[in-house]
């Protein structure tokens, strides 16, 4: 089980991975998510390192929207 998880009360799947959308978000507004503690798991660096770039993405995106 991932600690910080418990402590954050975030929304997790049945095998305890915190449950993030598309942009990793969580169910926590401005808590964000990737790689192997999100679904579906551990994964190769590769494809870790590409879900980070998408949730940077996000999180510039959402940023940005907020000082709009």
Not at 5 to 14: F, H, I, K, N, Q
């Amino acid at each position: 089980a991932l600690g910080f998880v418990s402590g954050l009360g975030l929304a997790t799947d049945r095998d305890a991975l915190v449950e993030v959308d598309a942009g990793g978000r969580s169910s926590l507004t401005g808590v964000y998510a990737a790689g192997d503690c999100t679904p579906p798991g551990p994964q190769q660096i590769a494809v870790a390192a590409g879900a980070g770039a998408t949730v940077a993405d996000a999180i510039n995106r959402d940023l940005v929207t907020l000082d709009s």
